[in-house]
């Protein structure tokens, strides 16, 4: 796919209302609601879906999962369709077939047929509800043997709850995007867990209390089995984390679960910086053990190895040894605080310099002061897209912080590539520097250091014993919300 071709591509797609950035009377214009999507599915007869489906929802680590359970299917010997939003440096990366991106041809000719058949211009379809649905299409067409879907801003009413899953994974809930999903957690629970239908099963990560109520209230009504990670209080739908190490490159941790590792510790070793990672990665065993017990098989300890050379860009990302640099895309109090973390965790320091952009839905001033009383430096960039947060309006921001010790130096500038290069030579011998900010701000930093934004394919060995066929949930008539 050459640039210039996918760039027509892109020109197409972009004359539909991009939800992610919209907001106020613009966005109202566009209701939440799955008719459009069910329509369109109903016309392709992909209703009643050929593969199976896992849908991971939450507020953060949605993206990171949705990587660890595409490296474990693979190492298990599936062919996986993957589904991610929101993309760092291009719309081809959230449509991935074997963790790379599909070919033009193929988007092409599903694009051409999506738009022959329902004039999405003249529909004033979403452009993340038609993406879902040519990437449900474009999975049939690629021979493959499961899907992962990356909820995007909720799951009770998000594009990917149209179809049924198999398998429901919840990473965590914080108070996000409230004044579409509402002000309080229980609201926010209750539009991500909403998806979730009668019978299938859940895997959870832990979350806030009144959250996972709501999440056990709504398995319990709809008859849908809720496993929990690090739960001693049900050991046989739990997966419990032990003996986590975290060092300067990664960390070890054993799992252990009674009904998917049958009692056994067994061990893991992630090449992932941040403390949040080992959680993800129990979440995943237990998601791909259920899809597997459904379909009649066993999860395979030796798959667990193909987790330990998986680097996610954008991720705290660790892109150099002297400065040492990380890349995330953080951008609410609670990410950034493991952002924060794993500076701690990977240099033993906090960070010397921070380079930093926001849109302007986020929690500005108390990201602000967070890392300002952590960084000797803040090096302010404008954020890229709409939403974006101008240089002037942080400065305005910081003027009204009320700083407990020395406040740091505040550098200001017009441009991502201006920030980056001052940010680095603020750097010096074992300092070390953090970038944070949107996928947009992340992708451009990737761009202008030619840095891949999807992981390294996986090239490991894998194990394979039956083919993920029948499924047990979504070709039932009685699969239902």
Not at 50 to 76: C, D, E, F, Y
Not at 225 to 244: C, G, H, K, Y
Request: aromatic content about 4%; overall charge negative.
């Amino acid at each position: 796919m050459t640039h210039v071709e996918w760039q027509q591509l892109e020109r197409r797609l972009s004359q539909l209302p991009d939800m992610e950035v919209l907001r106020g009377p613009q966005r109202s214009k566009h209701s939440l609601s799955l008719n459009t999507v069910h329509q369109m599915l109903e016309v392709l007869a992909l209703t009643v879906y050929p593969l199976p489906i896992i849908q991971v929802v939450g507020s953060k680590g949605k993206g990171t999962v949705a990587w660890m359970l595409n490296r474990l299917l693979q190492a298990h010997g599936w062919r996986t369709g993957m589904y991610q939003s929101p993309h760092l440096q291009s719309r081809k990366e959230r449509v991935l077939l074997n963790g790379d991106y599909a070919s033009l041809d193929l988007w092409t000719e599903v694009l051409d047929m999506l738009w022959e058949t329902f004039d999405p211009v003249e529909r004033q379809i979403s452009r993340f509800e038609l993406e879902t649905v040519l990437a449900l299409e474009m999975f049939v067409r690629a021979d493959l043997d499961v899907v992962i879907l990356e909820a995007g801003l909720g799951g009770k009413k998000d594009a990917t709850s149209a179809i049924a899953p198999d398998v429901v994974g919840i990473t965590s809930m914080e108070l996000e995007h409230t004044e579409i999903l509402g002000p309080r957690i229980e609201d926010i629970a209750y539009q991500k867990a909403g998806g979730i239908r009668v019978g299938t099963p859940v895997v959870s990560a832990p979350l806030p209390a009144p959250a996972m109520r709501i999440v056990a209230s709504i398995c319990e009504k709809r008859n849908a089995p809720l496993f929990r990670v690090a739960d001693e209080t049900s050991p046989e739908n739990a997966i419990q984390l032990q003996d986590v190490s975290l060092d300067t490159t990664g960390c070890d941790f054993t799992l252990r679960s009674d009904k998917w590792t049958h009692g056994e510790a067994w061990p893991v070793r992630l090449s992932l910086l941040g403390p949040h990672n080992p959680t993800l990665a129990a979440l995943s065993v237990g998601i791909v053990g259920s899809l597997l017990e459904s379909l009649g098989q066993d999860f395979e300890p030796s798959s667990l190895k193909s987790l330990q050379e998986l680097s996610i860009p954008g991720r705290l990302q660790h892109i150099h040894n002297s400065p040492s640099v990380i890349l995330d895309v953080a951008h609410t109090p609670n990410s950034v605080a493991s952002s924060l973390q794993a500076c701690q965790q990977h240099g033993q320091r906090p960070p010397h310099a921070v380079l930093l952009g926001l849109n302007s839905d986020k929690r500005a001033a108390e990201l602000l002061q967070r890392l300002g009383e952590q960084a000797q430096h803040l090096c302010l960039v404008p954020n890229p897209g709409p939403r974006g947060l101008g240089t002037d309006e942080l400065q305005s921001i910081l003027t009204n912080i009320q700083w407990s010790g020395r406040p740091p130096q505040v550098h200001t500038f017009s441009s991502v590539e201006q920030g980056w290069q001052h940010l680095t030579a603020l750097l010096q011998g074992d300092h070390l520097g953090l970038a944070l900010g949107s996928f947009g701000l992340i992708g451009e930093l990737q761009q202008l250091l030619h840095l891949n934004p999807l992981p390294t394919p996986y090239k490991g060995p894998s194990v394979r014993t039956k083919a993920p066929s029948p499924l047990p949930m979504s070709l039932h008539p009685d699969f239902a919300f």
